[in-house]
């Protein structure tokens, strides 16, 4: 089953408002308050959440066919975020943020499952070749 255009649309949204989120709040919020808002790992996992969601809406945007797998990965990191801002507290817009694109992600990816054998929806494979191997180079 393919998603919408529309529900495509409404995940790169959400990447792209949660990109900004957490990059304005790691470099404005979290360095001015300090603490543990700026400790290592939830610092570095506010930067590889904004990263990865500039990512998938670049996935989407491109119209690659390995979206969907960049969308499954999005949304664990996204979710892991979220749960590190509300132990940090006072970050319930990057929470929220987070939480949306989490959902969003998690449900493009699930739309455009790649099947058990690594194909993904429309594309073949003989049982040799690698996924790598089907994409149009």
Not at 52 to 67: E, N, Q, V, Y
Not at 96 to 111: I, T
């Amino acid at each position: 089953m393919n998603m919408s255009q529309d529900a495509m649309r409404e995940c790169i949204d959400r990447c792209l408002h949660c990109y900004r989120t957490c990059l304005g709040m790691a470099m404005n919020h979290c360095l001015e308050t300090g603490g543990q808002h700026v400790e290592p790992t939830h610092f570095r996992l506010m930067m590889n959440c904004a990263d990865i969601c500039r990512t998938a809406a670049d996935f989407m945007l491109s119209g690659s066919p390995l979206h969907a797998r960049i969308c499954a990965a999005c949304a664990d990191i996204c979710e892991a975020c979220a749960q590190s801002c509300e132990q940090v507290g006072d970050m319930d817009e990057c929470v929220e943020a987070c939480r949306d694109c989490a959902q969003s992600c998690r449900d493009m990816s699930r739309d455009m499952a790649i099947d058990d054998q690594g194909v993904l929806p429309g594309m073949t494979r003989d049982t040799s070749s690698t996924l790598q191997q089907t994409l149009p180079m």
